[in-house]
C-alpha cells in the first residue's frame, strides 16, 4: 500500500511561482513512476506532467509545457511541482499519483487526496 500526501497549494496571483510536494511512503519510491494530475470545477480531471522511475524520461501536458516542472527526490521520496507563471486557468485541485508499472499513473493506481491551487487574476 502506498499513501500520498501533496502539499504546496494555496492562493496567488497570476504571474506567480508555487511549488508542489508530494511525500509518498513505501520502501521502494525509487522504482515509482510519479505524476501529477488536477482537476478544475466542473471538469474532468486532466494530466500535468509525470516523470519515470529514474527520472530519464518525463511527459508534460501542452498547456504547462515551459511553465511547469516536474522533479523527485528519492532520498526524500518526494515528487515535485515546481509551477512558474502562474495564469487563473491553472486554477484546481492538485493530485499526485504513483504506479509501479506506467510512467503515467492510471486512475486505478495510488493518488493523493489533492491540495488546492487558485491563481487570482
Known amino acids: 500500500q502506498v499513501q500520498l500526501v501533496e502539499s504546496g497549494g494555496g492562493l496567488v496571483q497570476a504571474g506567480g511561482s508555487l511549488r508542489l510536494s508530494c511525500a509518498a511512503s513505501g520502501r521502494t519510491f525509487s522504482s515509482y513512476h510519479m505524476g501529477w494530475f488536477r482537476q478544475a470545477p466542473g471538469k474532468e480531471r486532466e494530466f500535468v506532467a509525470a516523470?519515470?522511475?529514474?527520472?530519464?524520461?518525463?511527459y508534460s501536458a501542452d498547456s504547462v509545457k515551459g511553465r511547469f516542472t516536474i522533479s523527485r527526490d528519492n532520498a526524500k521520496n518526494t515528487v515535485y511541482l515546481q509551477m512558474n507563471s502562474l495564469k487563473p486557468e491553472d486554477t484546481a485541485v492538485y493530485y499526485c499519483?504513483?504506479?509501479?508499472?506506467?510512467?503515467?499513473?492510471?486512475?486505478?493506481?495510488?493518488w493523493g487526496q489533492g491540495t488546492q491551487v487558485t491563481v487570482s487574476s
Open positions: 499519483a504513483v504506479s509501479t508499472h506506467r510512467v503515467v499513473p492510471g486512475v486505478d493506481d495510488y
Open positions: 516523470m519515470s522511475w529514474s527520472g530519464g524520461a518525463t
